[in-house]
Structure formats: C-alpha cells, structure tokens
C-alpha cells in the first residue's frame, strides 16, 4: 500500500467544514474534503455517519493548517 502525503485536519459537519476550506483557500492551501456518507449515497448504500465530512491537507501545509482549525474551533465556541 502507497504512503500517503496527506494527513486527517478536521473532521465535522458540512458547514463548518466548509467554511474551514475557504479560510484554507484563502490561506493558498487546497483541501481535500471526504464525504463517505455522499459516496454511500451515491452508491446506493447507507451510512451512520451523515453529514459528518472529513478535512485532509498536505503533510507540508499542515504548520500552516492546523492554526486555520483551532481559531475557527475557538470562535464557534464562545
């Protein structure tokens, strides 16, 4: 099995996962967004998990990433 340069950033709703992706864009950073629960989907097949997307970013961005995700997590806190 092939390594991948890609590591797991976030994983949450639909909403808050997007407005993650576009403060990554905005960053220069692309994301890569997985939906099992849309690939069941469209696939035919169920899923416990819906809505839930999961947030994957380059392993060199990731430095850049990861404070992107916790002031997005501390503002939607208070």
Same mark, same amino acid.
């Given at each position: 099995?092939?390594?991948? &340069?890609?590591?797991?950033?976030? *994983?949450? &709703?639909? !909403?808050? *996962?997007? %407005? !993650?992706? =576009?403060? /990554? &864009? *905005? +960053?220069?950073?692309? +994301?890569?967004?997985? =939906?099992?629960?849309?690939?069941?989907?469209?696939?035919?097949?169920?899923?416990?998990?819906?809505?839930?997307?999961? %947030?994957?970013? &380059?392993? =060199?961005? /990731? +430095? *850049? +990433? $990861?404070?992107?995700?916790?002031?997005?997590?501390?503002? $939607?806190?208070?």
């Amino acid at each position: 099995m092939e390594e991948s &340069n890609y590591v797991k950033l976030y *994983t949450g &709703n639909f !909403i808050i *996962t997007q %407005l !993650i992706v =576009d403060k /990554l &864009n *905005t +960053a220069g950073i692309n +994301a890569i967004v997985k =939906d099992e629960s849309e690939s069941g989907r469209l696939g035919g097949f169920g899923t416990f998990n819906q809505g839930t997307q999961e %947030l994957y970013v &380059n392993k =060199d961005e /990731l +430095a *850049t +990433a $990861l404070p992107i995700v916790e002031s997005i997590s501390a503002e $939607l806190q208070t």
